[in-house]
């Protein structure tokens, strides 16, 4: 792998981190509730304790480059401001507790849905035309048109309030004591089964849809042809020849599809009051949290922006016609 | 595939009479495939709905004008059921495909717009108007562009207010459109950017330039109409997505509760608990409507991809 490659793909990120943190300024700076202009609301605050306020807040260095300056070495330090809602609490702190309910729900909804929309992407395109093409690619389609928050509401209708089989709200049953390990983890997985489903399903749609077209792609190559030519097994000409390079889409799209997942994280979660970021995320926008909501979408972009580089460099791994 | 000689642009195209009736061309051959008229049904059925939903159910429905029953399933007189203030669901939906279809419109206007102008310049400019320009395209292409319109739809609401209208549209729908817009351009500018890259080096191009074009003239008069066919398909698509967005951005809070679009309903269902009481009338009418349009511009969009986008055709 040329590491000039690896070196640019890199110097890229850090320029989109650089700029999403100034976006985050300019954007804060425009949010209303500034002290000073609150304070200017009251006729009867004088101009010297509007002036202290100002020092004291450091709104009366220049906006560039003194508060920039002390914003992003503030960022660098992981001081990410203090929640308006959660008072006294750090926005970092506030993020912290929220976070692994997210990446748990989120990690394992993208693993099934990676295993079970290639494999059906993969069926479909190689049988097409048949009778399982039509249906699997026409559910996948329906999945893909249907917003992930609906798809939940359906299962929790269905498989909740309709046949009780799962709880429908939260991540554990509230005022539950455990009499062992095991039926802790087991009210936790019955909890999380549900908006696990949704979020797999949401994926499975798109994820099959695009593997389905790579495959049908790559099974018009020549060298397909060849192999099928040369009497190797059909099984074997697919997950030997066209898989690997059917995949390759794939790696990009997982990557880049990693900021709209997030769109859909944020209403499952709510749907299923699941405590992660994305029921933090409505619950700050509601109440106009918005220390809360800058550190939400600095996580989630950097975040995304560290997927984008590790397909990058995947990507070279994967496809050695790559030397950009 | 059987292709049509009308499906070759750069041909039929350049006789600018021939443009309508290449339109009907290309409309009769998306109809002659099975999903592709099965898309234009649904979205002729929604768009009769959205133009004339008092026709149909009356006028919109308030808190104060609600006379049904509290949260009642389907019944007589109230064919769908009604939600917690007695306003019938049927009513609710009807008037929700005007809302959704405007914003959905509306967004795909301004994401089209804005795609089709940066991409053109970017590509017929070149050098650092386009390195400029796409880097900040890779920008909102990765950052998660639905988290940015949660903090900029409050922004944005701020600067402009919340009361009042604008060509009969709520300010706070427009948000929602600036919003979309604003955050949806880039895979547009993308896509156009790279069809203009190759159509810059075509020989019209030159010629024109030779004879002294300037170009300004040549990105609106050669470029642009060449790349008509996937602004074409590109918008469908496009307005798939914006319904999406909007339906999502809606659900989660930042709708319009006095002008409901179907993600509005479905937020005032989730709000008034309906999944739990198992109210399911409440949430299938609404919901139903956003997947059928959402299925049926995307399957309008990958048929009209198919038959205009050069890279794909005689792919089938």
Redesign the interface.
Known sequence: MSGRYLLAKIG?AI??IG??IVLNFV?FR???GSPDRVLGRNPNVTAEAIQATRERWGLDKPVIPDQLVAYVASIAQGDLGYSFVYRGASVADVLADRIWPTVILFGLGELIAIVVGVSLGAYTGWRRGGPIDHIGNGAS??L???????IG??L??VFA??LGWFP??GMTTVGEVYSSPVNQLADYLSHLALPLATVALGLIGQYSIVMRSSI??TL?EEYITTAKAKGIQDVSVLRQHALPNAMLPMATLIA?N???V???A??VE??FNWPGLGTL??DA??A?D?PV??G??LL??VS??FA?LIADVMYQFLDPRVKA | MTTPAIASPGVAVSRPRGRLSRAWAVLRQVLRRRSGAIGIAILVFFTFVALFPDLLVGPLETAVTATGPSMAPPQPGYPFGTDELGRSILNLTVHGARISMIIGLLATIVTVLFGVVIGIVSGFVGGRTDAVLMRITDFFLVIPTFVLALILAPVISELFGTEGEILGVRITLLVIVVVIGITSWSSTARIIRSQTLSLKERAFVDRARVIGASPMHMMSRHILINVTDLIVANTVLVFAGAVLTETTLAFIGLGDPFAPSWGQILNSAQEAGAPGLGAWWYMAPPGASIVLVVLAFTLVGNVLDEILNPRLRGRQ
């Open positions: 890229q320029i989109t700029l999403l954007l425009m949010m209303p389609l329906i893909y048109a249907t917003p992930y928050f609906l509401m359906v929790l209708l309030v309709g429908t709200y049908v792609d018009g880049i990693l900021g709209y997030i769109a859909g944020i209403t709510v749907v995320t409505v926008l509601a106009r918005y909501l800058q939400i979408f989630l972009s995304v922006v984008n």
